[in-house]
Each structure stands twice: as C-alpha cells, then as structure tokens.
C-alpha cells in the first residue's frame, strides 16, 4: 500500500505533478491544509515524514504498530514513520502540514553511490514526535521553490532535495554496525575509497585489481567481502554507477549518445543501450523521450 492511497483530501501541492520524474526519483513532497479528518490504520511500502507548520499547537491521534499516542503537535515538530509500520492518523484541527514519502530502495541507492554511506535495512529511525526546525525549514524551502518557480527551479529544487536528504540521513538515518556488517577486515573506509575510486574513473576501464588496490586488500579476497558487504559484486557496482551517471548525462538533449556512451566508460554506443535496456526495460533513447 501507498501512503497516497488514503489520503482524506487532495494536496495543495504535489511535486511530481510539476517536475520531471527524474527530480522526484529522491523524495516526493507534498503539502496539505486539510480539515479535521482521519486516515486508516495501514502498513505502507515507504518511509513517510509527517513536518508541521500550523502555528499554534493542536490535538493530533497517531497508531503505530497497535501504540495508540493522542498527543499536541507544536509547530516545527516531525513524524518520521520508517516503511512496513503500522500507521493511521485522526487530527482534530486544520492542519498545515507538508508530508513526504520515500521510495527505500532509492533513499538506499542515494545513500550509498552519493554518500558512501551503507544503511541499515530499516534505513530511518522510528521518531514519533521531535522538534526538528533545521528540518523543517529546508522542507519549506522545497515548497517555496515548487510554488514560484524560479529560473532554473528544477536545478534548484534537485539541489534542496540533496540538502534535505543529507540532513535526514545524518539526524535519522540507522547505518548499518561496522562489526556486524563490516567484517573480516572490510571497513566504512574502505568501501568510501573503492566510492571515490568510481566515481573519479567511471569513464575508464576499472577493474577489480584497481578496485581491491584501493581498498588495500587482494582482489579475491576484496570481491569476496564486497558482495557479502555491499550486496553486489564489484563489476556490477561500476556498471550501476556508469548507467546512473548515464541518466543523468541523457537528461541533456543536445548530447549525443555515442558521447553518453564514452564518457560513462562504455565501449560503445551499442553497449550503452543493451546494458540501460537490461538495467531499466527501455532503451537511452526512450528514456530520453519520457
């Protein structure tokens, strides 16, 4: 179930209605003054952040997981609810409230290729109510750039996203234990090595003896704590970073294919469209269209 699925009343306001699918890949935001209504209790597939700015504070009722809490919601306050809880909701004022979900499996992404940072597989914190105004505020600033759309604002708004997603991740987001998942020699630090090796070389040939290099360990053993770490062998990391890198570059319609293809490390442009289509059902030129 999708948290948009029972909403009681239609936002004011929905990023993904304005934006390029690509802007809304991170986060969706949307921001509601809705009536004293109520949601049913559900298990949803996202994270999903409740942030207030209604001015004075006002009675609000919230299940999780069979927890009943009637609480007052002040303002500059956030829900954060992690995906696969139980949630339902009943507010007993207008609220002023801008509520975002996450997709995970793309906060996971985000969080690994653009941060170096490996998440534990709840990936945020349970917070039921805290006071968070940095938080808020830059939620706000998304809404402003969605609402007045200045010059360039998809660049913009991108670039507040980032901002808002790094300031979540560092508050509230549950890293996976070093000791736990780090093991055998296999540290945080060397996997933000192997990240920065990728990410300055993409564009080359990368093998895994470089890779195990910089990592400092031998390549068998290297590959080995890598697929039991990160989930994926090394070949196919480079490979989703060079096609990520690839969407990015295709976003620019003036840019040639063969360009794409041999900027991202592929051997061709015949090689870039096999590998997109296989990653993502639709060929670079399709994607582009879209």
Known sequence: MRYQDIYPSDPLLRGRDILRP????????????????????????????LLNYRETPHR????????????????????????????GWHWHARSKVIVITLDPHRLGTFAEKELGILLAEKQLADVPQRRDAALCASAWQMKIALEERPLGFEIVYESLCRVFLVQLL?????????????????????????????????????????LARAAGLSP???????????????????????????RKMLDDPSRALIDVALACGFADQAHLTRSFKQASGMTPREYRKR
Do not use: C
């Open 22 to 49: 690509r802007a809304a890949d991170l986060l969706n935001l949307e921001y509601f003054e809705a009536e004293p209504a109520a949601m049913p209790k559900g298990r949803f597939e996202q994270h999903h952040l």
């Open 170 to 210: 560092d508050r509230y987001g549950e890293k996976r234990a070093v000791g736990a998942d780090f093991s055998n020699g296999f540290t945080a630090t060397q996997y933000g090595r192997v990240l920065n090796y990728v990410a300055d070389n993409f564009g080359s040939t990368i093998t895994v003896e470089q």
């Open 220 to 246: 068998a053993h290297f590959s080995r704590l890598f697929k039991a770490t990160v989930g994926e062998t090394p070949h196919r990391f480079v490979m989703d970073y060079r096609l990520e890198q690839a």
């Open 60 to 87: 609000v009722e919230n299940w999780r997981d069979g927890r009943h809490r009637d609480f007052t919601y002040h303002p500059d306050e956030i829900v954060l609810t992690p995906a696969g809880i139980e949630s």
